[in-house]
């Protein structure tokens, strides 16, 4: 059974950036599609970015497009969401998430995924 752990979540003001890390123990994280999911206060919990298991295919949900970036290291089973001109709109807690998973496919939809995070609380201030 994998078990994920999430840290890098904060408070910071708009137009600022963190580095999300979300770190795997249980099985070689490179056998999973990851993702990384956000949840706001009364909102369903959304899709944010995706990454295969070799790192060479990555998908981000429009709202962060250019603005994020997902990456892996599965030498340390290690996945990372950079997090760039933040919004107060992406205040959220941030889950990292995934599913065993060789595919073309970027995985969307939150019911594929076998094993979740904690969370981590991001805040951005206006």
């Known amino acids: 059974q994998v078990h994920v752990v999430e840290s890098g979540g904060g408070l910071v003001q708009a137009g600022g950036s963190l580095r999300l890390t979300c770190v795997a123990s249980?099985?070689?994280?490179?056998?999973?599609?990851m993702g990384w999911f956000r949840q706001a206060p009364g909102k369903e919990r959304e899709f944010v970015a995706g990454i295969s298991g070799s790192g060479g295919n990555t998908g981000y949900s429009d709202s962060v497009k250019v603005r994020f970036t997902i990456s892996r290291d599965n030498a340390k089973n290690t996945v990372y969401l950079e997090m760039n001109s933040l919004k107060p709109e992406d205040t959220a807690i941030y889950y990292c998430?995934?599913?065993?998973?060789?595919?073309?496919?970027?995985?969307?939809?939150?019911?594929?995924?076998?094993?979740w995070g904690q969370g981590t609380q991001v805040t951005v201030s206006s």
């Open positions: 998430a995934g599913k065993r998973y060789a595919g073309p496919m970027i995985l969307l939809d939150i019911n594929t995924y076998e094993f």
């Open positions: 249980g099985d070689t994280v490179s056998n999973y599609f």
